[in-house]
């Protein structure tokens, strides 16, 4: 049984960090532009602002959907804090919890899952701080090769798919669905217009794979 108060006081902070951090990230451009004397056009920012904002809200709100069973409410306010939620801080803490033998959801894992995240945190920045200091130079020529550009950019589907792969190989009957769906819809609609519209297809596709999961439940194929 989860113990309320150690969630509560975790939400509590969360909520506090998160609004810390909102400020802080909107008093750079405000504070550079006051610096500086630069006057702000609040409608032309307001309207190249509101597209991106629907855009990328349905995308923040189905990944905290789908995160948060896995790594947990601590581990995902500060995810999302720290940035880098699916390609680092989700797999650190998924592979920190089946390391230490814990289920996803319980309480341990989600301790587990809050050290694995700051630990993640604090190496991720020495290594872009030292990596920005000295090895920047020395690898730009490898990352700029047209050879080796279709690797870097495909880093992070390569990643998902290793970190996905344990869980399909645990619920086959229940992935069909959400793997399925997105292939057919490349296919049909085509990568371009899919690439625009992948925020309404990911709400479409985690609500049918809801609906189906529930249906198997029912009929007895899975169990909970």
Known sequence: MKDNSFYNKIHRLGRITVVCALISFMAVPFGLAATNGISMNIPEILKNAIPLLLTF???????????????????????????????MKVPAAVNAMEVAGYTAGSDRADVVAIIAVAASTFVTTAIVFLGMLFLAPLFEPIYNNAFLQPAF??????????????????????????????IIAILVIGRKVFSSNQSYIMVGVIILSVIYSLALYKKGKISA
């Not at 709100?61 to 939620?85: D, H, K, Q, R, W």
């Not at 950019?153 to 009957?173: D, E, H, R, W």
């Open 57 to 87: 809200s349905i995308s923040g709100i189905c990944e905290n959907l789908s995160f948060m069973p896995i790594i947990g409410s601590g581990a995902l306010y500060m995810s999302c804090v720290t940035g880098n939620v699916s390609n």
């Open 153 to 182: 950019q495909n880093m992070v589907p390569a990643l998902m798919g290793a970190l996905l792969f344990p869980f399909i190989l645990k619920a086959p009957k229940q992935a069909i669905i959400p793997i399925a769906l997105p």
